[in-house]
């Protein structure tokens, strides 16, 4: 029963191995030291770390990255064979989680695959695939939650006629690894301005609808999203103290647009960081009269802004 297990270590390998390390990760190993790992494992030349050496029945691809939680890695395999797994580790090295994405691949490219059943395989072709140990065996990520809530506290700027504190709330919904959407809203505190004659007080309450991509990092770590949201409300004006006092709500609509990081706290819940570029489409504003004539007590800016920073749990 020795020939099957010579053949295999001696044929030419049928994988391709291709190892990609993010910031942090550099003490993991690359594609020609994992590539070597899985063909101890294996105990046959199964995987090859040279892209262009040959055609291959698949391609393996392994993304580590290192994050507050640890150590990371998406296995991603296509053609012949094909699927996806993510291991982590929480370990203060990478030395587990490499062992690990050795032996998972090992087996997954078992040159044996295709030989008789177990009970006509040798013991010496079983030992081939040694597990890994309970206590470094790194755990299998759960798949992430699709929904989340998020609320946040902030600032407005050039938004009312003074910077003014900002309270939003929002729900969300993961599409695709990358990209995601968001319905929520925010009030902004009143706010006051004056005019010959009186004073106006001003307050915005707004929905909006947002859609979000991922522009660096990965699922799990540290991340920059940039997102763009259409933004629908009320704002409100009272003056007094004019010869046409008042109380009325006009339309209000604006487009938003700018980043938000992303900083896990835990697997569950992380903090958010937003800018948003705020660009009014409607100028609805309050015209006062005083002294027998009529004047602008508030228009909007044709650019404003907010910063918040909240809290996001997924569900």
Known sequence: ??????????????????????????????SAALAERVRAVAGGNVVSAEPGSAAFET???????????????????SGLRHGSRTLEDVGPSCASLADAVAVTL???????????????????VRSVRPPASKADEPREAPHPSPFSVAAS???TINVLEHAMPLLTAHAGLQLRPRWSLSLGGGYVLTDATTSPGG????????????????????SGGLRLNWCLAAMLGSLRGSGRGYENEFSKSSPWLAAGVGPD?????????SWILTGQAVLPL??????????????????PSSVGGLLSLGVRGDL
């Open 199 to 218: 004073e106006v007080e001003l307050s915005l309450a707004y929905v909006d609808l947002g859609a979000c991509g991922r522009a660096l990092g990965e």
């Open 106 to 124: 090992a087996i997954f490219l078992d040159p044996y695959a295709s030989a008789p059943p177990p009970n006509a395989v040798s013991p010496a």
């Open 153 to 155: 506290a902030g600032v």
């Open 282 to 299: 409607v100028f609805n504003g309050f015209d006062v009269e005083a002294n027998g004539s009529r004047s602008q007590a508030f228009r």
């Open 59 to 77: 391609w393996v691809q392994v993304a580590i990255a290192r994050n507050f939680n640890g150590y990371s890695a998406q296995i991603s395999t």
């Open 261 to 269: 990081v992303v900083f896990p706290i835990t697997r569950a819940f």
């Open 1 to 30: 029963m020795e020939a099957p297990l010579a053949a295999a270590q001696s044929q030419a390998p049928k994988a391709v191995l291709i190892v990609t390390r993010g910031e942090g990760a550099q003490d993991c190993p690359d």
